[in-house]
């Protein structure tokens, strides 16, 4: 193959050190002529700063110094603006976690108020004098704990006699009935509260539905 590159060469009429020293030639020209154009352009525009005037040239100074001050005052306008919504965040999520601060514990305690409230309820106005004392004392104790829930900003949801809502309401079972609407809450099993506007339990409810009518009432009905 050796032999074949060089009657290749032979056959051009140049020799493999010639070829070389040609190859080397056409590099330095190219590399000198991109000097020579870039030593030209610099001259040229050094050329057009002779022929500015010196008004001339502080007025480009100028211009050239007033758009940096522009670009660096709307950094520092984005920047500030962006602190600024920092700082808001941070000072709206520090009264968010102050304002619920207390959820975990009042969540706790809830079910010790559910025990107390059914055990009212439970013993009524029934039993002797010893056994209504100390629900007279519950219903104390449960009073002064609803006023401090009060001053914390707890408060029970009222859902008897109310349209069901899902926001609010966990519906157990539903009871017929036409004696209110449908879809009402006519029973209350376990209150719901509210810790600010947050709700931190729903109340456990039945919800009524409409009741079968009879044939007396399906009679009574059609002829109205």
Known sequence: MAKNRQNDTEAKGTTPGEETVSQTEEAVEEVTGEAVAEEAEAEAEEAEDVAKSPEE??????????TKAAENYDRLLRSTAEFDN???????????????????????LLPVIDNLERAVESIGD????SGQGVIEGVKMTLSEIFKVFDKFHLKPLESEGKPFDPNFHQAVIQEETNAV????????????????????????????KAAALSAGENEKAEAE
């Not at 099993?189 to 009524?208: E, F, N």
């Open 181 to 208: 609407p449908e879809n009402t809450v006519v029973k209350e099993m376990q209150k719901g509260y509210l810790l600010h506007d947050r709700l931190i339990r729903p109340a456990m409810v039945v919800v009524s």
């Open 57 to 66: 040239l502080m007025e480009e100074k100028i211009k050239a110094a007033e």
């Open 126 to 129: 029934e039993g002797d004098d």
């Open 86 to 108: 920092y700082k808001k965040r941070s000072a709206r999520e520090f009264q968010e976690s102050k304002k619920y601060a207390n959820e975990a514990f009042i969540k706790q």
